[in-house]
């Protein structure tokens, strides 16, 4: 992976994944417990240890690795032997939960998962990160030294959970995903503004009308890694406590390393490891984040992005945009200055949109090239005027 891709990562689109249950066949041929099956890696399972149990293992071609156990499939499978979910009463219920019980019993891994330690070539492209986007110093700076101390010591990388704080449009969900991109981890949004009750992290039992599986134990049950990123966007606009209790309950217990060791989910009420997670949080402002919260994160401040940090961003904004189309535009398009000057009212957060409307404005033209005038017929299209303010960039 090259620093070129990271910088791109900055504008990615958001990664989305199917539900843990929804990628499990029912008719598994693999058998629970068989210390011989390999996994698709060519990596055979340790012998048993606990949960949270990390090891340095050879994989099929020798290379040592750093495994953790994030659960141990036993549990799993005692609970499917006496149950016969489909004669149950609510038997859809049931067969969902009945389908990640048999992809952890039946994990060819058995529970055992990759750890991240860093090579040169991640510490590449997070310097490149850092050196395209200043206004992460802080962010970087914290990543980059985990990084090189991994490297040295060649063991499992090591983050803080952080919380990055600055104003709206920096890029600070961007940021997170292009640090994931470079570590080659799998990463996952929670848009909290959206998202009500602690069950969004910790899960939903069955006895709930739409029972469900947590954020937490679907990243870990689902991604190649025992540290997936978990990104908990603007944090500090979390809904107020419900019936389902507060989204940000669950992380008083799952941010501190000895409690997540052995974190429960309630749609599955099995223990798993969560220690591995690596969090991420982002704010405009700490005022409506509880104390108790913020005194378990690393604080980092994001400040706006200088001009040609801007000039950079919306590049690739533009670049990201026009891959959507496949061949239609050259592999690397020219941004003209004056379509660069049509952005420049524009709020970043506004800007993707504007951007994705301009560039399909040009393929209808039969354009292979995004012109000024294909920006601002989008501005007048999706910016009301009360929403248009100067930003002071470019």
């Known amino acids: 992976m090259g620093g070129r891709k990271s910088r791109a990562a900055f504008m990615g689109d958001d990664d989305e994944r199917n539900p843990f249950e929804d990628e499990i066949s029912e008719n598994s041929e693999v058998d629970a417990g068989n210390p011989d099956q390999e996994e698709g890696g060519g990596i055979k399972p340790p012998p048993d240890h ?43 219920k049931l067969r969902k939960r009945n389908k990640a019980l048999k992809a952890m019993a039946y994990d060819p891994m058995q529970g055992w998962r990759p750890m991240i330690v860093a090579t040169d070539a991640m510490i590449a492209d997070l310097e490149a990160l850092a050196d395209a986007a200043s206004n992460f110093q802080a962010l970087f700076e914290v990543v980059i030294s985990a990084a090189r101390a991994s490297l040295l010591a060649a063991m499992p990388l090591r983050l803080p959970p952080l919380l990055l704080v600055g104003p709206p449009g920096a890029g600070k969900s961007r940021a997170a995903y292009a640090m994931a991109s470079a570590l080659q981890t799998s990463v996952e949004k929670v848009p909290v503004t959206i998202q009500t009750g602690a069950g969004v992290l910790s899960g939903l039992d069955w006895t709930w ?31 107020p406590r419900s019936e389902f209790g507060q989204l940000l309950d669950p992380l008083h217990d799952l941010l501190e390393s000895d409690t997540a060791r052995h974190f429960v989910d309630e749609y599955l009420k099995l223990p798993i490891a969560a220690d591995g997670v690596q969090w991420i949080a982002t704010a405009n402002d700490v005022a409506t984040i509880p104390a108790p919260i913020i005194d378990r994160m690393l604080l980092l401040e994001v400040v706006q992005p200088t001009p040609s940090e ?85």
């Open 310 to 394: 801007m000039g950079v961003i919306l590049r690739a904004m533009i670049q990201a945009a026009i891959t959507r189309w496949g061949d239609w535009f050259p592999a690397e398009i020219d941004v003209d200055p004056g379509t660069l000057a049509a952005l420049r009212s524009i709020h970043p957060r506004a800007a993707r949109r504007v951007i994705d409307l301009a560039v399909g404005f040009a393929v209808a033209a039969g354009r292979r090239v995004l012109l000024a005038d294909d920006v601002e017929r989008a501005r007048m299209i999706t910016i009301s005027p009360k929403m248009t303010r100067k930003i002071g960039f470019l």
């Open 209 to 239: 009308r739409t029972p469900s599986m947590g954020v937490v134990a679907r990243a870990l049950l689902t991604a190649q890694t025992a540290s997936p990123i978990l990104v908990l966007d603007e944090v500090d606009k979390s809904c």
């Open 50 to 92: 606990p949960i949270a149990t990390e090891v340095l293992h050879a994989d099929a071609e020798g290379v040592p690795r750093w495994l953790k156990r994030i659960y141990d499939p036993a549990p799993a499978a005692s609970e499917l032997g006496g149950e016969d979910f489909g004669d149950r009463y609510d038997d859809d």
